[in-house]
């Protein structure tokens, strides 16, 4: 089983990084490079949902981190005229991916200004 692990999490963060790349896209962000760098990626995440960039920060402590990385989710599914409630999805195995896929597609992404 542990030799599986390692290229399945691969393909799993580069699927991520993927969806990332898409949503900066979509969302003109700039700097969609930066989806592809592991820590990196976390500030466009959080350009993405409109939040400030010492948010990241809040991810280094437990539990809190679960609250901030669930509200971002939760922003970036209203930003893309979702239910907020998508954002829960996130916690979820499987989901969590096609739930990436679903908010990197451009069909209902919103392009407002600041």
């Not at 089983?1 to 969806?19: K, Q, T």
């Not at 898409?22 to 500030?43: I, Q, S």
């Not at 679960?66 to 989901?95: H, K, T």
Request: glycine share 4%.
């Amino acid at each position: 089983m542990s030799e599986f692990a390692i290229p399945l999490g691969l393909v799993g963060y580069l699927f991520a990084c993927w969806c990332l790349w898409r949503m900066a896209k979509n969302f003109a962000t700039g700097d969609e490079w930066m989806a592809w760098v592991p820590l990196a990626n976390l500030f466009i995440l959080f350009r993405i949902a409109r939040r400030p960039a010492w948010g990241v920060l809040l991810l280094l402590m437990p539990l809190v981190n679960i609250v901030v990385i669930a509200i971002v989710f939760m922003r970036i599914a209203e930003r893309c005229n979702l239910s907020p409630l998508y954002g829960m999805l996130l916690f979820i195995p499987l989901f969590n991916l096609l739930f990436l896929y679903e908010l990197s597609s451009a069909s209902h992404v919103t392009r407002t200004k600041r």
